[in-house]
């Protein structure tokens, strides 16, 4: 394996994690040589982007940084993927019938966002504020959730298109295995000991007994309940 600095060890999204001292890149030495050059390249992407436009990155930069959360470093390089896969036409294989296809369907809804911004704050996405690029992003999850359009196309279809690319490029990159204890690519080596708490040797248990699910599940209840006070979510 190419050298790792020390500090460079365990790596995760802006430092979280549930499995303290975990690096699945420990267990680069029992994958095949393909494995391991497709996982370990997703390390050392092009600094240039080829597909995006400067004026686009500006947009979609914030844009998968806040649907991640990803607010500090260290960041997975997620625009950075998905332009490798839009800049090689590597799709999902499909794509809605009311959207163009991918890669038009990323710079349409793009310049789609940046014009909601210039709209309602007179500069545009990548200009703003976090805080206020947040309010245009949910504004547009609201509508998707309506069912509604936006920019004369399904919201839900853009919502989809824009979390599906961002997670996807997100949970295929080591750092983001470090933070949920994934052991990486079972081919060659296999699991042994499958079953509830039941872990190989290389594995970390989690230091957190706390379930996440639940509490993002209330916190976004609680969200809407707040919405619906002030009038601006559903009746």
Not at 54 to 78: F, S, T, W, Y
Not at 192 to 210: C, F, M, Q
Request: hydrophobic content about 40%; proline content about 7%; overall charge negative.
């Amino acid at each position: 394996m190419p050298y790792r600095s020390p500090d460079l060890r365990g790596v995760t999204p802006q430092g979280r994690g549930r499995f303290p001292g975990f690096d699945v890149l420990d267990e680069v030495k029992v994958w095949d040589d393909v494995t391991a050059g497709v996982v370990l390249g997703r390390l050392a992407l092009p600094n240039v982007m080829v597909f995006f436009t400067p004026e686009e990155i500006a947009i979609a930069e914030p844009l998968v940084d806040l649907l991640l959360e990803q607010d500090g470093e260290p960041r997975i390089p997620v625009l950075a993927m998905i332009d490798a896969r839009l800049a090689g036409g590597e799709t999902d294989g499909w794509h809605y019938d009311d959207l163009p296809e991918d890669g038009a369907a990323w710079r349409t809804s793009l310049a789609a966002l940046d014009d909601d911004a210039r709209a309602r704050f007179q500069k545009g996405f990548g200009e703003l504020e976090p805080s206020l690029q947040a309010a245009l992003m949910q504004a547009l999850q609201d509508v998707s959730q309506r069912g509604e359009h936006w920019h004369g196309y399904p919201a839900k279809h853009v919502w989809s298109l824009w979390t599906r690319y961002a997670c996807a490029a997100f949970y295929s990159h080591p750092w983001s295995w470090n933070e949920i204890g994934f052991g990486g690519p079972a081919y060659p080596r296999g699991y042994l000991n499958i079953g509830v708490d039941a872990r190989e040797k290389w594995e970390t248990a989690d230091h957190s007994r706390v379930d996440p699910v639940p509490f993002a599940a209330r916190v976004e209840n609680a969200r809407r309940q707040h919405d619906q006070l002030l009038g601006r979510g559903e009746s």
